[in-house]
């Protein structure tokens, strides 16, 4: 059974950095194109990034770009998104998912941007 757990998100002041980190069973980690999205209150899910297997292929949302990065490390069958210069608008419940495939998505880590 395929399984992703997120962790690392909290409250954090807007211009803050948080690292959030997902970690993978169930499956071949480093076979796998892995994702983030996020789904802020009353909004759809959104799309956020993408890391190929061996972290070569990276893809961003044109509104995180330079703000986030993806990263992976396949020994610890782990990826992070690591945050920075938070915005309120960033504020969301943040997943990790394999790529174009939700129903593999964990619980979610809680992001909230906030004075």
């Known amino acids: 059974e395929v399984q992703l757990v997120e962790s690392g998100g909290g409250l954090v002041q807007p211009g803050g950095n948080l690292r959030l980190s997902c970690v993978g069973s169930g499956f071949t980690f480093s076979s796998a194109v892995l994702s983030w999205v996020r789904q802020a209150p009353g909004k759809d899910f959104e799309w956020i990034c993408t890391?190929?297997?061996?972290?070569?292929?990276?893809n961003y949302l044109g509104s995180v770009k330079g703000r986030f990065t993806i990263s992976r490390d396949n020994a610890r069958n782990t990826m992070y998104l690591q945050l920075n210069s938070l915005k309120p608008d960033d504020t969301a419940m943040y997943y990790c998912?394999?790529?174009?495939?939700?129903?593999?998505r964990g619980q979610g880590t809680q992001v909230t941007v906030s004075s």
């Open positions: 890391i190929g297997p061996d972290s070569t292929y990276i």
């Open positions: 998912q394999q790529q174009g495939r939700s129903e593999t």
